[in-house]
């Protein structure tokens, strides 16, 4: 699945990125702290979401969708 890309990012050193932005249906932001050079390879189209270490799930659907953990579970249900 292709990358939200409504966000902003800010390099926080040592392999750490910070990717900021809003949740598609409410606007309220997110934060995700993720290894920078996983993330980056991700977006270039290398590998999976799966693939950055240490995310949680919400993390990751908010990575892919832009939709925030909150919401998804609202709207789908729990995983």
């Known amino acids: 699945m292709a990358a939200y890309t409504n966000v902003k990012l800010k390099d926080l050193g040592d392999d750490k990125l910070e990717v ?8 309220v932001e997110v934060v995700v702290v993720v290894p920078k050079t996983a993330y980056l390879n991700w977006r270039e189209g290398a590998g999976y979401v799966q ?9 990751r ?19």
Not at 51 to 56: E, H
Not at 71 to 77: A, K, S, T, Y
């Open 20 to 27: 900021r932005g809003p949740c598609v249906f409410t606007g």
């Open 51 to 59: 693939d950055i270490p240490g995310l949680t799930l919400d993390e």
């Open 61 to 79: 659907e908010f990575l892919m969708s832009g939709i925030s953990g909150t919401v998804f579970n609202e709207q789908f249900g729990e995983e």
